[in-house]
């Protein structure tokens, strides 16, 4: 056991850029870093194990209606913030630091910046400075919430369709 933010985690997978936990009380997975990377540097390239149609809580978009479960599977918790430190680049499948970030932290991206319209909205509890409260996908933001983000080029696209 150790304990991160003063909450019991387990470990359940090591990577090769970091290590999945699970919080003992709630279940809840969380990706932290084993290394430090540098701003745009690239964590890992990812693939797709398999391609649906639809989303589900596990998919990242890469397009109208392709969503993939990731390859490397580990990828997959990546937990959303509305400050996030990483972005899943669909056009070339590489994830990217948006920042510096230190060995030790949770490595997290914003959900809406690949996801149109999602399955399962959930209340956001990051705590950031501009966190948006109910995350639904990049369809239901306002062009100021937008434009504080990294964006796929999908995603950008769709919404500049949208206007
Ligand atoms: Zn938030």
Redo the contacts with the bound molecule.
Sequence with gaps: MNKLNNTETRLIDTNPIGEVRENVENGQKIFITTRSFEQDEILAQFGAVEILSTPNYLTLQVDHSKHILLDPPYLQYINH??DPNCFFDTEHMCLRALKKIESGKELTFFYPSTEWNMQQPFA???K?EN???E?KGAAHLTDQEANRYRLTSYISKRRSQQQ
Excluded: Y
Aim: one cysteine or more; proline letters at 0%; aromatic letters at 10%.
């Design positions: 913030s509305c956001c509890f990051c950031s966190c948006l409260g995350i």
